[in-house]
């Protein structure tokens, strides 16, 4: 190999490992953090390999809200998910199979919406949730996530959709089934893996948002984890280690699950780009 | 080890924004050629007339009562002043163009919005330049690399609260990781340094966190895009004696502009109206210093109880994300035509 080459992989292996390590360092500090001693976490020299594991934190911070903002986290997330898959399915598929009149601007909305920054729109949200006594409540971060993540999930499902073939259907029609059983029983499995990346875009919409939940959920029993996280950090001296334990309750969900369905979700927004 | 399997983007994108661009892709697939069933019975005309509207319906009448409706809520408010007489019973002032005077003249304002534009000009060319160098180098073939891949993406799934707490950990003056690792550096002494007690240090420190979330998008997706490029293209190029620099710059940018386009929108967008990072870590201070539009909007909303100065703020800045995206979706139009 001529010396170019070689230098041009080593620079490629140099480079990754850059790479890596910007990615990965602040995981393995927060993880890293959460469990060292006391001592170890505010020292004059970093400690990168701890002699000592401490593992209190852990259950100290379900014990201070942890615990209760996880249960409403998850209740926000897994509605959110449920009812966004049924509803953009539905949406979906009229807009991958029937001629709508508009149906151009209908796509045309979807996109607008999805150009739309929340912080636009918190003042009259918030006044719809005084009025309707919404403040507080799941279901009210529910439905604000599910009209801000369905433009998105819509699109991406149409993708998937348009790419089953319509004889399909139209077998299944002829054969005696109503419309909607054709699409319960012949469409929707075929569409499996548009509803997996769609249930992950949903879960992670539910999950991170922060600006709504902040503002729309006072009381603590309603709080989900990043408002929580956020009154679990407090101003001042702040607990590092109790927070990191913390953060890495919080974070290590999304990412398992981001791992398990990465795939799924990058191949579904390029169906979602390219099929129209 | 699994596999990092990529998508394989089409030729030519019909990207957002760039419709009627490039050949039509057969959007139907195979249906295409099949003229819609018209059932003549009344179970086919409740199936292709009625069962559309049916299910399109819970969907957008969701988006319209949430996002569309407060949309043009948020426009007629910033004509108003409005407080918490407002929250109880909708009273409010109409004071027509008053809130945006205020805005235009008052210092902090003025300031905050130059802020986020800077802010986030500078946080998309980060994003762009980072996520592009790590497309080049996952384009490439070397050991490892569906593992580094995936390791890439990660920062992306993360929470950004979660995010801006772990960096501020890190920023941490006495014993933040970052401080120390600097200051291995001949002649670097960081340690104590403050990163969120000054105004360009705290914008350094949350643009990295910011960069460090969103540059794996950008990454994905241009590398997708190169990926769907044809060899040949490229070989043909080589051939003609185009380095690697040259084939980057006058064969595979070019090819990939309407997408990098839409990428720059998407991150402008995310960048502008970033919230999350910047309450995490700086609160918006000292003395209102790091404040950028969102942190703004909620400060003079909720915490003032201002509610049309609040508005005018938010449709100031949906107004420059429009015009911003208004100007990226005509380039895309006049280069691709």
Known sequence: MPARRVLGKVGIYVAALALVAFALLPFYWMVLTSVKTDADII????????????????????????????????????????????????????????EMPLRRYLLLLVMTVQMVPLIVLIIPLYGIFVDLHLLNTFYGLVIVYLAFALPLAIYMLRGFFASIPRELEDAAMVDGCTRMQAIWKVVLPLVAPGLAATSILLFITAWNEFIIALNFTTDTDAQTLPVALTRFTGRGLVDWGGVMAFSTMMVIPVVIFFLLVHRRLTTGLVLGATKG | MAKLRLPAAPRDPELPGSAGAGPAVDEYGALAGAPPREGRSLRGVFDNRILPWLLLLPAFATIFALVLYPLVE??????????????????????????????????????????????????????????????????????????????????????????????????DARAGLVNHLLSYLPGVDLIGFAWFNDRWSAFLAIGIVVVWQSYPFVAVSLLAGFQAISPEVLEAAKVDGANAWQRLRLVTLPILWPLVMVLVIISTIWDFKIFDQVFVMTGGGPARSTEVVAITTVAEGFGRRDFGLGAALAVTLFLVLAAITLFYVRMIREETA
């Open chain 1, 43 to 98: 020292t004059e020299t970093p400690v990168f390999w701890p002699d000592e594991i401490n593992l209190e934190r852990y259950g100290l911070a379900f014990e201070r809200g942890f615990g209760d903002a996880l249960v409403n986290s998850l209740l926000v997330a897994t509605t959110t998910v449920l009812a966004g898959l049924v509803l953009a399915a539905f949406a979906a598929y009229v807009l991958a199979r029937f």
């Open chain 2, 74 to 171: 948020t426009f007629w408010l910033s004509f108003h002043d409005a407080g918490i007489p407002w929250l109880r019973d909708g009273t409010k002032e109409f004071i027509g163009v008053e809130n945006y005077t205020e805005i235009f003249t008052d210092d902090l304002y003025r300031r905050v919005f130059v802020t986020t534009a800077a802010f986030g000009i500078a946080c998309v060319l980060g994003t762009m330049v980072v996520g592009l160098l790590v497309a080049l180098l996952l384009n490439q073939r070397f050991r490892g690399r569906s593992v580094v891949a995936v390791i890439t993406l990660l920062p992306w799934a993360v929470p950004a609260v979660a995010a801006g707490t772990v960096w501020e950990w890190l920023f």
